[in-house]
């Protein structure tokens, strides 16, 4: 479990004004306001954080959302907040649940929000449950061939 994350940004007040109304949707408030840098709340505790520094190579980082709905408010208050659009919102291929939108900030970072949409979508068997579903059908079938049914019927009264 993560206590925080600081991402380097170029100028602090941009990515202030920029994370602010990006991140309102999703819950998250200045609480931890410098010259330097800016820490934002969600929950009660202050887990997101920007700083100046050199931004280096832009990172990504996904914020989970309530709801469909955070998740679509993100992307348009990021938009209107000067991001660019990286992926409107909508169900990805990682998962069958998995909604999402992404947005660049200022300094090219890729922001997301992210919620699991129970119900979307059958989810389909995996490779592990598939093997394990054939191997009981095989024990069972195994089984019953090696007693004849009389012998089991006896058995059972």
């Known amino acids: 479990m993560l206590e925080h994350v600081s991402l380097r940004c170029s100028d602090v007040a ?18 931890q306001d410098y010259p330097e840098a800016v820490g934002f709340m969600e929950g009660g505790h202050t887990s997101f954080w920007v700083s100046k520094g050199d ?6 980082i996904a914020f989970l959302a309530k ?29 069958p649940t998995y909604y999402a939108a992404f947005v660049l900030d200022p300094d ?8 699991f949409v129970r119900g979307s979508a059958p989810r389909k068997k995996t490779a592990a449950k598939k093997t394990a579903a054939k191997k009981a059908g095989a024990r069972k079938a195994r089984a019953s061939k090696a007693r004849p049914k ?6 059972r009264a």
């Open 14 to 31: 941009a990515s202030r004004k920029f994370y602010e109304k990006a991140l309102a949707p999703l819950g998250y408030r200045v609480t």
């Open 55 to 60: 931004v280096g190579t832009p990172t990504h």
């Open 108 to 115: 090219g970072h890729n922001m997301e929000a992210v919620t």
């Open 150 to 155: 009389a012998k089991r019927a006896a058995k």
């Open 67 to 95: 709801d469909r709905k955070a998740v679509d408010a993100f992307h348009r208050a990021a938009l209107e907040a000067g991001g660019k659009d990286h992926g409107a919102p909508g169900l990805r291929d990682y998962s």
